[in-house]
Nanobody, 120 residues
């Protein structure tokens, strides 16, 4: 079984920063990519940033220049550094991992989400 767990969410003022962490664990054979998504009430889940096994990155236009995705491969961990936060960044942030398990076929695994609230 594969588990994905996010940490690091919280309350921050506009202009502030947060760093989210996401750790994948369990019976993992290979991780092809990991990414961050977010969702607010009344909106569909949207892409924030992704990083592939070749360390190529992709960002939503709304976060370019403010957010940075990175990872530590040895720990199967991905980070999302969020700077210059805006109220519209408020959402539940989800981590996803594209994984082939030791005993299971390739599929996406999702974390439980971590709340980020940007407010004065």
């Amino acid at each position: 079984q594969v588990q994905v767990v996010e940490t690091g969410g919280g309350l921050v003022q506009p202009g502030g920063s947060l760093r989210l962490s996401c750790a994948a664990s369990g019976s993992i054979f290979i991780i092809y990519a990991m990414g961050w998504y977010r969702q607010t009430p009344g909106k569909q889940r949207e892409l924030v940033a992704t990083i592939t096994g070749r360390d190529t990155t992709n960002y939503a236009d709304s976060v370019k220049g403010r957010f940075t995705i990175s990872r530590e491969n040895a720990k199967n961990t991905v980070y999302l550094q969020m700077n210059s936060l805006k109220p519209e960044d408020t959402a539940v942030y989800y981590c996803a991992a594209d994984v082939t398990g030791t005993y299971s076929p390739r599929r996406d695994y999702w974390g439980q989400g971590t709340q980020v609230t940007v407010s004065s």
